[in-house]
């Protein structure tokens, strides 16, 4: 397929394009690509492919009367004949023919480059992205029947992408994804340029993603990055756990404290208020026998007391000459 020639036979081309329809329908059909590339030192820029069956006959260069999804069935089943297509005189097909294998498998190639398209060197040629190598370009266009922005092939040449493009630019990195599935998940093309002196040859996969510093916005629409994401929030979610299991352990410390100080508290109560009826007890006792007391004296008979005579007049004595004179003689 790779003949340096400028011209095919007929059943050539048949074989040629049965073969590329089939590499269209595995690498592209039923898939979505994202395309990251470095727009300058700090700018990096993604480019979302859906390509349809009937974009494949854009790529071949031939006419034909069929629909382009019929083009495209009887070319993958190989019943594609002579009378399905022609090919056009200014010998345009067969260059497209001699690299569509190449652009089927642009994800192999050991350099890839992408830029915004330019007309200076196509006058005639209508896109807006080119993608290739020094051998292919590919041109895409926004695709106008879809909500979503992704952009559809819709031309091939055989030339040097940096002829088709304002600005060129490296292309870092290609995935691809189920048209079902929410994240990209397979890692086609990663650029090796930009690699190198950055990681070992043995790296992994995901050490060589982290060395081309992809932007936060980029790195959510991998499954590559959700293994970290999942780990960040269990590790977050274990850390609660933990603060929440520390936390439990301190109220059941401070909840059994509590209780074993309201323990303490209610014998101290009980022992303050037996205290306090002791007490009240002894001196209940203390006034009931002083009640009793004075009950067994107010009980006892009273005694009658004797009268005393009353003296109406004293008489004194006279000391008698003899014994005043014993007093006198003293």
Known sequence: MN???????????????????????????????????????????????NAYDKMFLHLTGVNTNESANEFFDKAVFDRLTLQDFTIRDTGETDMKLSVIDKAMNFTKSANLFIGDFSNANSKKLNTEIVLGTREFAMGFVLDANSQYPYYVPNTLLKDDVERHVTKINRVLAVFEKDTTADKYDKLLYISRYELKGKVSQDATEKEKLDALKLSKVIKKML?????????????TLNQS???????????????????????????ESNKIKAEATRIVDERNRQNQQ??????AEQDKPIQQIKPVAQVNSVQTEKPNKKNNNKWRGK
Do not use: C, G, W
Request: charged share 30%.
């Open 223 to 235: 499954v590559q990055y959700d293994k970290q994401d999942n780990n960040t929030k269990e590790n």
């Open 290 to 295: 002083v009640a009793q007391v004075r009950q």
């Open 3 to 49: 003949k340096k020639i400028n011209s095919y036979s007929d059943s050539e081309r048949i074989a040629i394009i049965a073969e590329s329809a089939k590499l269209f329908n595995e690498n592209f059909a039923s898939r979505n690509i994202l395309i990251i590339r470095k727009k300058d030192a700090n700018l990096m820029e993604l480019l979302e492919i």
């Open 241 to 267: 756990q933990q603060t929440e299991s520390a936390e439990n352990k301190n109220n059941y410390a401070f909840e059994k404290k509590s209780e074993e100080m309201q323990a303490m508290e209610i014998i």
